[in-house]
């Protein structure tokens, strides 16, 4: 299945948003910030990439039910679905 901005929006601008967050988080490091302020925020960044990557799972899931309610062939099948997602947990 391809990507498109449109398929994963939201799931982008989680990533956006995660890609800023592990820049402070570098900076941080080099500034040498308290551990439990970097690894705290080093969380929440590893929180917001498995969203995102959550996000993108479930927007397959939908473009592929949507295919098969207008009788289409889906891109993927339930068990390729399936594990993209359990490579998630």
């Given at each position: 299945m391809e990507m498109s901005p449109a398929l994963v929006g939201d799931a982008l601008t989680?990533?956006?948003?995660a890609q800023g967050q592990l820049a402070g988080v570098v900076s941080m490091?080099?500034?040498?910030?308290?551990?439990?302020?970097?690894?705290?925020?080093?969380?929440?960044v590893s929180r917001a990439l498995d969203r995102a990557g959550f996000k993108i799972v479930a927007s397959g899931m939908r473009h592929c039910q949507e295919?098969?309610?207008?009788g289409e062939e889906p891109p993927m099948t339930?068990?390729?679905?399936?594990?993209?997602?359990?490579?998630?947990?």
């Open positions: 989680r990533l956006r948003r490091i080099e500034e040498g910030e308290d551990c439990t302020t970097v690894l705290t925020q080093l969380a929440a295919a098969r309610e207008r339930e068990q390729e679905l399936e594990k993209l997602f359990l490579s998630l947990a």
